[in-house]
Antibody, heavy 122, light 113 residues
Framework: EVQLVESGGGLVQPGGSLKLSCAAS????????MHWVRQASGKGLEWVGR??????????AYATSLEGRFTVSRDDSKNTAYLQMNSLKTDDTAVYYC?????????????WGRGTLVTVSS | DIVLTQSPDSLAVSLGERATINCKSS????????????LAWYQHKPGQPPKLLIY???TRESGVPDRFSGSGSGTDFTLTISSLQAEDVAVYYC?????????FGPGTKVDIK
């Protein structure tokens, strides 16, 4: 059974940092690109960023609106992906989902975690 | 960035009737080299992660009921629910994976009339 389990969410002050983790199991993690998608309360889905596999040089890409504040990384030895979020703003408050396609170049998302809530507030 | 728009914003359909959602891309999301359309559809219910319904614009994900179908090419796409069931109440999103950033449409809320 495929599982993606996010952790690391919580309350953080504006300007602060937070690092989310996504532990994967049940599929070939090292062969899959990993993505993050978020949803603010009452809003739609927003793609955040992705990291490809070692074969594709761990290439990353991000939503334009993030202005370089977020970084996606991965540790294939731990089957875990990460989302480092810096200079957080109140607008970053959202549920953050870890998601994956079925192979490295697949950017439609068949696997989803249940999400972790990030609240940016003073 | 490729911008996706969806219409309508919401719709209410009687049980057993057809629901049609449109998704329009700001530029073509197909590649002439392979004729594939890089568009997916998701169903999202409150408290759950989104669920993949359709990819390559018209390929139904395994386990998805055949009342869900996708069509279209280039810049104009459609998700059709042929006979709406109570469990289909949700928000539906289109998503392009032609090129990063991989954007979603704003969503269409489907309810029972």
């Amino acid at each position: 059974e495929v599982q993606l389990v996010e952790s690391g969410g919580g309350l953080v002050q504006p300007g602060g940092s937070l690092k989310l983790s996504c532990a994967a199991s049940g599929f070939t993690f090292s062969g899959s690109a990993m993505h993050w998608v978020r949803q603010a309360s009452g809003k739609g889905l927003e793609w955040v960023g992705r990291i490809r596999t070692k074969t594709n040089n761990y290439a990353t890409a991000y939503a334009t609106s993030l202005e370089g504040r977020f970084t996606v990384s991965r540790d294939d030895s731990k089957n875990t992906a990460y989302l480092q979020m810096n200079s957080l703003k109140t607008d970053d408050t959202a549920v953050y989902y870890c998601t994956s396609g079925y192979y490295d170049s697949s950017a439609y998302f068949g696997y989803w975690g249940r999400g972790t809530l990030v609240t940016v507030s003073s | 960035d490729i911008v996706l728009t969806q219409s309508p914003d919401s719709l209410a359909v009687s049980l057993g009737e057809r629901a049609t959602i449109n998704c329009k891309s700001s530029q073509s999301i197909s590649y002439s080299s392979n004729n594939n359309n890089y568009l997916a559809w998701y169903q999202h219910k409150p408290g759950q992660p989104p669920k993949l319904l359709i990819y390559w614009a018209s390929t139904r994900e395994s386990g998805v009921p055949d009342r869900f179908s996708g069509s279209g090419s280039g810049t104009d796409f459609t998700l059709t629910i042929s006979s709406l069931q109570a469990e289909d109440v949700a928000v539906y999103y289109c998503q392009q994976y032609h090129s990063p950033p991989f954007t979603f449409g704003p969503g269409t809320k489907v309810d029972i009339k």
